[in-house]
T-cell receptor, first 109, second 115 residues
Framework: GEDVEQSLFLSVREGDSSVINCTYTDSSSTYLYWYKQEPGAGLQLLTYIFSNMDMKQDQRLTVLLNKKDKHLSLRIADTQTGDSAIYFCAESGANNLFFGTGTRLTVIP | GAGVSQTPSNKVTEKGKYVELRCDPISGHTALYWYRQSLGQGPEFLIYFQGTGAADDSGLPNDRFFAVRPEGSVSTLKIQRTERGDSAVYLC?????????????FGQGTRLTVV
């Protein structure tokens, strides 16, 4: 079945760039997503990329997709303390999303 | 409403009891999803509704779990004979179109604790 893997933790200093990585297994996924989850809150869609693209930029966020290696990354430029959260990578299935275990990003002031 | 609403926000129940969790999707959204998120894990798919019908229930773990959406809006996830392993946050999401082609909006979840 589908398997989405992420490293569990990442710490960065405020103002630095953060890079969160993800690997997935289903090469037929049409879309790949990044969600943000803050404590006590629901999942918030940050950005997504169509599988025939290799890069998407949206303000401070840059998504890179290496379809050959099934590797997805999210770069957050100028990371702020408000970016501290858990970030989930997800790939699309026929009727649902398959999520990774999440990467907890801690931003050190 | 403005967003996906889930009630209750927290539920504590005794092992063996029956529970119902409610999801009120964004008005007009035809697609509704239930996910379960265990501690330290990502959300796991349970069931997907398109309108009133369950289009995909392949994620339901066993026959103790059942969900309905009788009028194509509010959905209820029902768990019979709860077990401690059912403790998790149950998330609901809704979207306006074909699954995964449009943004799915998530509720804040119901934290279920089985003691």
């Amino acid at each position: 079945g589908e398997d989405v893997e992420q490293s569990l933790f990442l710490s960065v200093r405020e103002g630095d760039s953060s890079v969160i990585n993800c690997t997935y297994t289903d090469s037929s996924s049409t879309y790949l997503y990044w969600y943000k989850q803050e404590p006590g809150a629901g999942l918030q869609l940050l950005t997504y990329i169509f599988s025939n693209m290799d890069m998407k930029q949206d303000q401070r966020l840059t998504v890179l997709l290496n379809k050959k290696d099934k590797h997805l990354s999210l770069r957050i430029a100028d990371t702020q303390t408000g970016d501290s959260a858990i970030y989930f990578c997800a790939e699309s299935g026929a009727n649902n999303l398959f999520f990774g275990t999440g990467t907890r990003l801690t931003v050190i002031p | 409403g403005a967003g996906v609403s889930q009630t209750p926000s927290n539920k504590v129940t005794e092992k063996g009891k029956y529970v119902e969790l409610r999801c009120d999707p964004i008005s007009g959204h035809t697609a509704l999803y239930w996910y379960r998120q265990s501690l330290g894990q990502g959300p796991e798919f349970l069931i997907y509704f398109q309108g009133t019908g369950a289009a995909d229930d392949s994620g339901l773990p066993n026959d103790r779990f059942f969900a309905v959406r009788p009028e194509g809006s509010v959905s209820t996830l029902k768990i019979q004979r709860t077990e401690r392993g059912d403790s998790a946050v149950y998330l609901c999401a809704s979207s306006s179109g074909q699954p995964m082609n449009t943004e799915a909006f998530f509720g804040q979840g119901t934290r279920l604790t089985v003691v």
